[in-house]
């Protein structure tokens, strides 16, 4: 197993193709989209898992506890589910301070609170001094699918539009800022966020929302291309309009890094029909997690499964998936 | 001024690439030598905005991809000692040796560490005094400054545990091999912009005027390589053959003084072998020998690691120039950056990676 096993790219796909499905494979599984959706008495429920094992445990915008919850939120909200319970189990490293769980603690009890959710079971283990970093924590999720909906990244027509909820690479730079102790003038603050409200607005606004998904791990590029391959399409992008903050694309610069391929914990990217682009955009800015929304491409039969960019000057480029973590350049 | 705006201004861009296009009466061959250059060549398509006014050809500028086979095993061997701790620049953790390559033994329990400055590796050592801290100090001129820091600094706070895998490159010897070659097309060459930060321009004087081929410093921003192109295709059509520094914002003609003098305290020139080019002469760095106890080839006794190159890999022939990425057989198929056969197809900056990356779309697999 490798570090790229999980970085969310070709190798984390790979992953799942050829040891999990072949082994757990069932119609619900199968779908394989950020949640598992089940009916149950007329009711969908949506479902979902995710482990956080982030380092440093605490960072400009947030810490492992808050973005446990706004993760597992994100992903029910992918799905147009309201996120109703969280499930947390604890793993915790043997002489681990307690301040620092009472700290993680009260966060998530805070990010549960905003967001209308309940943590209702949990479980804690404690492992040897060396394993677990600190902490590892590991959330499930259980929401209601809204009614009338059906998202999925299978869903993507030639023709739609593509849009983001805002600057993309907030949430990685931070991370890595704050783990390699690089100071930047302005300092960037992680964007982990809970999406539910936001997605509320943007499906009241219109139906024809195809897929929304959150560009974690791997960033914009691994979201794109994982759509385009379920869906069989092709994608364009427009450079220039892919938001990036200043000092995100500063930060890339020096460390060599491409912000398309850095994680978000506090945006979504929506594949809506060409018709509903306009208004769709105008839910999205309406909120205050979508001020900087933008139409930034959109889906083609051109180069299925393949994902291109005009460039800033008008030639084309491939926004390739990577294959495993990113690896900053030498020189 | 932000530079990056700048930089990557589209009107400027496209200004530049017009007027190559108009001063341009064949499609003259040029090269770049630096692995950063050819990425941002790829990536921003400026092969595409020069058109048939130029024949851009992309030269060994990888330090990564011309690192010899045997170095790569030789740490990957040092990797799996169990009291040896790695230090690495990330781009080298996926190269594969002859068998394996450094981020599997790092999943099978080797120390592998990456960071991003060799200061690091020597705190590393200072805090870690049983561990024996090896870096592998990999590049062409630009790093090697900051390797000989690192030494020197190892040996101001007497550390014993620290060593340097030194694979160093230099580019004028590339750049005499491959203007020496029956089979060069070259007719001008951007010199790599943060190499010339370091060693200054002379060097590339000499080469222009023995050889009769114009030399431009280029920077890393579309604009500068247009720009440096630019300038080149004025001197060809006009027949000079002449040393211009485009990259003037970070390019002195003399160079830094202090990183040349860090360098010639620690290295000595040596000869060099290349990955798929062979042996050029005068074209690597070692370590001196007063500092022989910071070489970790002659402390950990490695002469004996040597190493064969797969046969279907045409790096030698990519790195040269001879031949692009896309007319190896095994490109995009056989050879992929997550199997790939060979260096240039695995590091970011290598010619075969920039063209998957970014080009695969154009061609037919």
Known sequence: MLLGHGSGGKLSAELVQQ??????????????????????????????????????????????????????????AMG??????????????????????????????????????????????????????????????????????????SQAQPGDAILVSGMLGDHGIAILAEREGLRFETEVKSDSAALHELVATLVEATHEVRCLRDPTRGGLSSTLNEIAGSSRV????????????????????MLGLDPLYVANEGKLVAIVSAEAAKSALAALRSHPLGADARIIGRVTKEHPRMVVMRTVFGTTRIVDMLAGDQLPRIC | MKYMDEYRDAKIAHGLAAEIRRRSTRPWVIMEICGGQTHTLMRYGIDEMVGNSVELVHGPGCPVCVTPLEMIDRANALA????????????????????????????????????????????????EPEREVVFFAVGFETTAPAHAMAVLQAERLGLKNFSLLVSHVLVPPAIRMLLQSPRNRVQGFIAPGHVCTVVGVGEYEE?????????????????????AIRLLVCQLEEGRAEVENSYVRS?????????????????????????????????????????AAFDAER??????????????????????????PTDCSAFGTRCTPEKPLGAPMVSTEGACAAYYQYRRHLVTL
């Open chain 1, 19 to 76: 040891v999990f499905l072949p082994a757990l494979g069932n119609p619900v599984l199968d779908r394989l989209e950020d949640q598992a959706i089940v009916s149950l008495n007329g009711m969908r429920l949506a479902m979902t898992t995710d482990s956080f094992v982030v380092k440093p445990l605490f960072f400009r915008g947030g810490d492992i506890g808050s973005l446990a919850v706004h993760g597992t939120i994100n992903d029910l």
């Open chain 2, 80 to 127: 799996r000692q169990p009291n040896v701790t790695l230090v690495s620049y990330g781009d080298m953790l996926r190269v594969p040796g002859s068998e394996t390559d450094l981020f599997h033994i790092k999943a099978e329990g080797g120390d592998v560490r990456i960071v991003y400055s060799p200061t690091d590796a020597v705190e590393l050592a200072r805090k």
């Open chain 1, 80 to 153: 147009a589910a309201k996120p109703l319970w969280l499930s947390v189990a604890f793993i915790l490293e043997e002489g681990l301070s307690f301040d620092v769980l009472r700290r993680v603690v009260a966060s998530m009890q805070e990010a549960a609170d905003r967001a209308g959710v309940q943590i209702v079971t949990g479980d804690t283990k404690v492992v040897e001094k060396g394993s677990a970093d600190g902490m590892y924590i590991n959330t499930t999720g259980i929401g209601l699918v809204r009614e009338g909906i059906s998202l999925s990244a």
């Open chain 2, 299 to 324: 402390k950990f006794g490695l002469a004996s690691v040597t190493a064969e190159e797969p046969s279907e890999c045409i790096s030698a022939d990519v790195l040269l120039g001879h031949k692009k």
């Open chain 2, 251 to 291: 390019v002195q003609y003399t160079g830094n003084r202090a990183a040349q003098s860090a360098v010639e305290r620690v290295f000595e020139v040596s000869d060099k072998k290349w990955r798929g080019v062979g042996e050029i002469a005068s074209s690597g760095l070692r370590l001196k020998k007063e500092f």
């Open chain 1, 234 to 253: 092709g994608m364009e992008l427009d450079e220039a309009a892919i938001p990036v903050r200043e000092e995100v694309r500063g930060a890339c610069e």
């Open chain 2, 207 to 227: 080469l222009a005027r023995e050889f009769h081929v114009p030399i431009v410093v280029g920077g890393f921003e579309p604009v500068d390589l247009l720009d």
